[in-house]
């Protein structure tokens, strides 16, 4: 866009049917503080810039099904998270509330799902 300049930030917003665990889960699990919380609201917020994820309330909120199935809730996005030691990251998302997903698509990725059932992927670094 050009309306914007250097500095101004840019995010995701996610639904939840709790947003502000899922914000902690995702606050612990990448490192980054919640930068604002209120009733039906929380935000991550990337320490280094202009990067959030904000998470909201969502009622009636079903969770995606993994791997997808037709006519049933399927992911609309994900997130992907790029990893030193796969085994490591797995272990310590589960420890958060992470659950590991039973299909999973490629040797170098995890695909976990996390507290609210959504899908992420971690993925090896292998450079």
Not at 73 to 82: G, K, V
Not at 95 to 121: K, M, T
């Given at each position: 866009?050009?309306s914007?300049?250097?500095?101004?930030?840019?995010?995701?917003?996610?639904?939840a049917?709790?947003?502000?665990?899922?914000?902690?889960f995702?606050?612990e699990l990448?490192?980054?503080?919640?930068?604002?919380?209120?009733?039906?609201?929380?935000?991550?917020?990337?320490?280094?810039?202009?990067?959030?994820?904000?998470?909201?309330?969502?009622?009636?909120?079903?969770?995606p099904?993994?791997?997808p199935?037709?006519?049933?809730?399927?992911?609309?996005?994900?997130f992907?998270?790029?990893?030193?030691?796969?085994?490591?990251?797995?272990?310590?998302?589960?420890a958060?509330?992470?659950?590991?997903?039973?299909?999973?698509?490629q040797?170098?990725?995890?695909?976990?799902?996390?507290p609210?059932?959504?899908?992420?992927?971690?993925?090896?670094d292998?450079?």
């Amino acid at each position: 866009m050009r309306s914007r300049t250097a500095g101004m930030w840019w995010g995701t917003a996610v639904e939840a049917p709790d947003p502000g665990a899922l914000a902690r889960f995702y606050s612990e699990l990448l490192g980054w503080p919640i930068g604002h919380e209120e009733p039906g609201t929380a935000i991550v917020a990337a320490p280094q810039g202009a990067v959030y994820l904000v998470f909201q309330q969502a009622t009636d909120y079903r969770a995606p099904v993994w791997p997808p199935v037709d006519g049933e809730q399927r992911p609309m996005m994900h997130f992907d998270f790029q990893v030193g030691d796969l085994d490591a990251a797995v272990a310590d998302a589960v420890a958060l509330g992470a659950s590991l997903a039973a299909a999973q698509p490629q040797e170098n990725v995890r695909v976990l799902l996390d507290p609210a059932g959504r899908p992420f992927c971690l993925c090896l670094d292998e450079d």
